[in-house]
C-alpha cells in the first residue's frame, strides 16, 4: 500500500506563495515508476484537477486557470512532489490533495489514481 503525505499548506493573503510537498512511501513500491497528480477541493465543490507530472518530470498538465501560476516538481531521489503556487488568488483555497498513479504518465482524471494524501489546507485571504 503506497502512503502519501502532503505538507506546506496554511493562510497566506492574496498574490501570495505557498509551496506544497508530498511525500510518497510504501514498502514495494518504486516512486519513480508513478506518474503524479494535485487535485483539490473547495467547499461544497467537487475535487479538481490542478496539475499532474509524469514518472520523469518529462511531462507536465496543468489545469487552465493555474497555469503561469503554478508549477509542478518531483525529486525521485527523495520520493517526493512538489508544487509551488505563486499569485495566489482567492479561488485557489481548497484543500489540496496529491495522488499516485500507477500509470507512469498520469492524466486529468481522478478516477484513474491508487492512492492519495490526506490533504492540506490553503487558505487565500484578501
Known amino acids: 500500500q503506497g502512503q502519501l503525505v502532503e505538507s506546506g499548506g496554511g493562510l497566506v493573503q492574496a498574490g501570495g506563495s505557498l509551496k506544497l510537498s508530498c511525500a510518497f512511501s510504501?514498502?514495494?513500491?518504486?516512486?519513480?515508476?508513478?506518474?503524479m497528480g494535485w487535485f483539490r477541493q473547495a467547499p461544497g465543490k467537487e475535487r479538481e484537477f490542478v496539475a499532474a507530472?509524469?514518472?520523469?518530470?518529462?511531462?507536465?498538465y496543468y489545469e487552465d486557470s493555474v497555469k503561469g501560476r503554478f508549477t509542478a516538481s518531483r525529486d525521485n531521489a527523495k520520493n517526493t512532489v512538489s508544487l509551488q503556487m505563486n499569485n495566489l488568488k482567492l479561488e485557489d483555497t481548497a484543500v489540496y490533495y496529491c495522488?499516485?498513479?500507477?500509470?507512469?504518465?498520469?492524466?486529468?482524471?481522478?478516477?484513474?489514481?491508487?492512492?492519495w494524501g490526506q490533504g492540506t489546507q490553503v487558505s487565500v485571504s484578501s
Open positions: 507530472i509524469s514518472w520523469n518530470g518529462g511531462i507536465i
Open positions: 510504501g514498502p514495494g513500491h518504486t516512486f519513480s515508476r508513478y506518474g
Open positions: 495522488a499516485a498513479d500507477r500509470n507512469p504518465v498520469s492524466g486529468r482524471q481522478k478516477q484513474n489514481y491508487d492512492y
